[in-house]
């Protein structure tokens, strides 16, 4: 047996292209969000409730990542902001290709911040970078205090976590503080946000700090 | 999770490869950050059901996890990150940056001897 060496990497097409994105957003100083969860945590809530909250004062577009249907892209557009739908037919994760594709076909240059809501999936997408500026992570009350524990990638790579629905805490049982200072042993630089997207309660943080971070990058 | 999409990229680098070296690739080594998500067990059945009929048939894939990296921003020490006790190796402290992951490389292909 003969051994070679090959040293290459092997997802250099998503490296290559993830790079490409980057450039492309730094250029039009436009920062660009990594929404991951489960499926279920509200990402879509999240974010309809989060254009309708920064209306007239940001203007966002979304990527959005479904494994089939446009249900979630025709949410979105319901919402007043513009959207372009992926189906990765199957795939667990979003590809920096099939973002590069859908940058292009959003109006970039009448926006203020992009948000790129990945397939719900808490292990994959935190692999594969898209060239976002940062990612964020949500946490849904009914998914339970564990999941930091259980899946820290996610948690240590974000730079901001929504805990939504904590309109449910007192009918489950999730440990708001454990869950939050697990996180932080992991990340002490994230921000975390408690929020409920259905009921607003915790949701005006968030907007100020989306709107902290376009002002940032327009400086 | 995301295996497939993984083994889809390796058959067609080991394929390029062996074609290069004009021999039947047995095996190959890769490795990649803990945090990439990439079970062995999966990588390997995922590869199998791929490579059916090609070349690369019967190549057994082992993987090589390498630990994440951390810098302490208290004393700019870099140490390995251990998740059931996040701190600095030197100063304790529990304010660091994680480095980046340690890409997906494919480190070295063994081949049949001719």
Known sequence: MRKVKVEKKILIANAEYAEQNSRFLAERKLPCLNVISSPGSGKTTILAKTIEGLKGKVRIGVIEGDIQTDIDARRILAAGAAAVQINTDGACHLSAAQVHNALQQLPVNELDLVFIENVGNLVCPSAFELGETAKVAVLSVPEGDDKPAKYPAIFARARALLINKIDLLGAVDFDIEKAEADVLKLNKGIRIFPVSAKTEEGMSNWYDWLYELTQNKRR | ?114
Do not use: W
């Open chain 2, 1 to 114: 999770m995301h295996e497939g999409a993984v083994a889809q990229s390796l058959l067609s680098i080991i394929s390029a490869e062996a074609k290069q070296q004009n021999a039947k690739p047995l095996a190959a080594r890769i490795s990649c950050g803990s945090l990439n998500g990439i079970n062995a067990e999966a990588l390997n059945f995922a590869f199998e059901a791929i490579s059916k009929g090609t070349m690369c048939e019967g190549l057994k894939l082992a993987i090589e996890q390498k630990p994440i990296r951390a810098k302490c921003k208290k004393c700019d020490y870099t140490f390995t990150f251990e998740l059931h006790e996040p701190t600095c190796d030197r100063c304790q402290s529990d304010d660091f940056e994680l480095l980046p992951d340690a890409p997906l490389m494919l480190e070295e292909i063994e081949f049949e001897d001719d």
